[in-house]
Structures are given as C-alpha cells and as structure tokens.
C-alpha cells in the first residue's frame, strides 16, 4: 500500500513540475504562444535571407528587384514566397528596399496573436505597429 500512495505522489509531483513547465516557457514575441517561436525564427531567417540577397543584387545591378524576379534570378536559394501562414513581399524605392512578413489576423477572441516583420537596407529585423 505505501508503494502504490508513493506512486500516486511522485506522478502527482512530476504532473505538477510539467505543468509549471510548459506554462511558463519562454516566448520569442510578447503575446505569442510558445510554439510559435520556431515558425517565427524562421520567418526571420527568411528576411534575413532575403535582405542579404537583395543587397548583393542591388550591388551587382544597381537596382532593387521584386522576390519573384530575386527567386528567378537564383540570387535568393528560395522556392516559395511564404511560411506557416507568413507571406513575403519586396517594395522598392531607388536603392532602398523593404522586405515584410504578414500574416492574416488570429481570430477574434484568441488568446494569440501573429507579429507582421519587416527588414530594410539597415538589416535590422523589426516588428510592424
């Protein structure tokens, strides 16, 4: 009997340290829920990716190009303009560029919410109001 009250105690301790756990992971952005931070550091890499490819291109060209003509121009080893509900685009002024990562609203009433990213020529990945 004591072996199965010591059972019942030690699965009622390790549940509880399992719950503090998850509960209070760390999140890469205020307001997202934790599993969010892999896709998120993904969808950084990505503008980080493509500001860097955009750059060389402008240094080569002497002009800013669209992530279209970036990919067919094999300067960008992406194939696909978007992640885990985040889509990419490129808007071009001279020698300056933007690259920005949206993602559709949460629903309303969610508990989560999805940061729209954008980078510039600064390589500073920054977070859209």
Do not use: W
Not at 55 to 65: D, K, L
Not at 108 to 118: E, H
């Amino acid at each position: 009997m004591r072996a199965l009250a010591a059972l019942l105690v030690s699965a009622a301790l390790l549940f509880g340290v399992y719950q503090y756990y998850f509960k209070h992971m760390p999140v890469s952005d205020e307001g997202t829920a934790p599993t969010q931070a892999i896709s998120l550091t993904g969808v950084r890499a990505d503008l980080l990716q493509i500001a860097q490819a955009e750059r060389a291109y402008i240094a080569t060209n002497g002009n800013c190009v669209s992530l279209g003509e970036l990919i067919s121009s094999n300067s960008l080893a992406m194939n696909r303009s978007e992640r885990d509900g985040y889509t990419y685009t490129v808007s071009c002024s001279g020698g300056n560029f933007s690259a920005v990562a949206r993602h559709a609203p949460a629903p309303a009433g969610s508990p989560i919410r999805y940061p729209n990213l954008a980078i510039d020529q600064d390589m500073q990945v920054d977070e859209l109001p």
